[in-house]
C-alpha cells in the first residue's frame, strides 16, 4: 500500500485532533515535547513508544534530556507527514496519558 503525504486540508484537520502537536517549521513534520516527573517517567514512556513504534514499524525522532522527550514525526518514505505520522502521535499521547 503506497503511503501518501497528507493534503494541506487533512494536516489541519489531524492537527486539530492532536493538542500540543504543531507543524515543524522547517520541515513537513510535527512536533511535541512531553515533560515528565523525572527521567525514569521519560524513559519508560519512550521505551512504551518504542515498542509501539517498532510494531508499526514507523520510528519516531526524539531526543531526551532528563524529565522531557521532544518528539519529531515524519514519514521518510514520502518525504513528509503521512497518516503514519499522525496514528503514532496519538499513540504517544495515550501513552504519556494526555
Not at 55 to 64: G, L, Q, R, S
Not at 74 to 91: E, F, I, K, M, P
Request: aromatic share 8%; with cysteine.
Amino acid at each position: 500500500m503506497a503511503i501518501h503525504t497528507l493534503t494541506d486540508a487533512e494536516r489541519a484537520g489531524a492537527l486539530e485532533n492532536l493538542p500540543g502537536w504543531t507543524h515543524a517549521p522547517t520541515r513537513d513534520a510535527i512536533t511535541k515535547s512531553f515533560r515528565f516527573k523525572d527521567f525514569s517517567a521519560a524513559w519508560g514512556f519512550m521505551s512504551q513508544v518504542a515498542l509501539a513504534a517498532e510494531k508499526a514499524d514507523h520510528h519516531p525522532e526524539w531526543t531526551n534530556v532528563y524529565n522531557r522527550v521532544d518528539v519529531l514525526l515524519t514519514t521518510h518514505d514520502c518525504n513528509g507527514l503521512s497518516a503514519r505520522d499522525v496514528a503514532l502521535a496519538a499513540v504517544m499521547d495515550g501513552l504519556a496519558g494526555e
